[in-house]
């Protein structure tokens, strides 16, 4: 194992990870901006120019959370550090206990140097985060089909119809039908997001525990595991 005072450098980030990062953030603020300027007729761009500004970002917006960064996680082999293991619950419990009593805060960077590799990288309130992401991107992704187009067609199979008719069976509950039911489902999500990046920035990355994190996620994808209060550096190599 290396000495605390000996430099571990590893890349926590790829290139594609952090080029995805800061398209991310720049796409969404698009979207947000733009589609609450059509939803809510606001002034500050025509409604045709904020149409097609949300339907640009949108397509960028989704091509980077359903093509890019799954690629990303398979090609890096990070797929596995996605999931919300048993250990990871134990952590949570820990950050929560941390909040209230100030008791130990959980080493949830677990690092390999038998095999290079990060064996976890992500906060267990992250790991969350990421599974309500997706769940919100789907939503977000078959109303804004509907709302772009009425007649989306796929293999002679009328897609924006079948989301339609699906809405249609939930829409009666409150007093819609089904065509307002994915408006407001669709700006719910949009809501959502918001809310999202608040809760990632506030509170998971305003932490001091977690500078080396942020450094490498916005500058040159490394960090000094020596340095990181958060990580715990294995070797199965002498096992």
Do not use: C
Request: a negative charge; charged letters at 15%; zero cysteines.
């Amino acid at each position: 194992m290396p000495l605390k005072s000996e430099p571990l450098i590893a890349t926590r980030h790829s290139t594609l990870e952090r080029l995805s990062h800061f398209a991310n953030i720049v796409s969404l603020a698009v979207l947000v901006f733009s589609g609450f300027s059509v939803y809510f007729g606001l002034n500050y761009l025509d409604y045709g120019d904020a149409y097609a500004v949300h339907i640009i970002a949108a397509a960028v917006f989704l091509a980077i959370n359903w093509i890019v960064l799954p690629y990303s996680a398979f090609v890096n082999g990070t797929l596995p550090s996605y999931v919300f293991w048993v250990a990871d619950a134990r952590r949570l419990w820990m950050v929560i206990k941390n909040f209230f009593t100030g008791s130990e805060y959980p080493q949830y960077t677990i690092y390999d140097i038998g095999k290079h590799k990060f064996i976890n990288r992500l906060h267990p309130v992250a790991k969350l985060l990421v599974y309500a992401h997706y769940s919100a991107l789907f939503v977000l992704t078959i109303t804004g089909l509907v709302l772009y187009s009425g007649s989306i067609m796929l293999l002679g199979v009328d897609i924006s119809g079948l989301i339609v008719h699906a809405m249609d069976f939930a829409s009666p509950y409150f007093s819609l039908s089904g065509t307002a039911l994915v408006r407001i489902l669709h700006v719910a999500m949009a809501y959502w997001f918001v809310a999202e990046v608040i809760i990632h920035v506030g509170m998971v990355q305003l932490d001091p525990r977690k500078f080396q994190h942020i450094k490498s996620m916005f500058l040159d994808g490394k960090e000094d595991l020596t340095e990181d209060m958060t990580a715990d550096i294995v070797d199965t190599s002498e096992k």
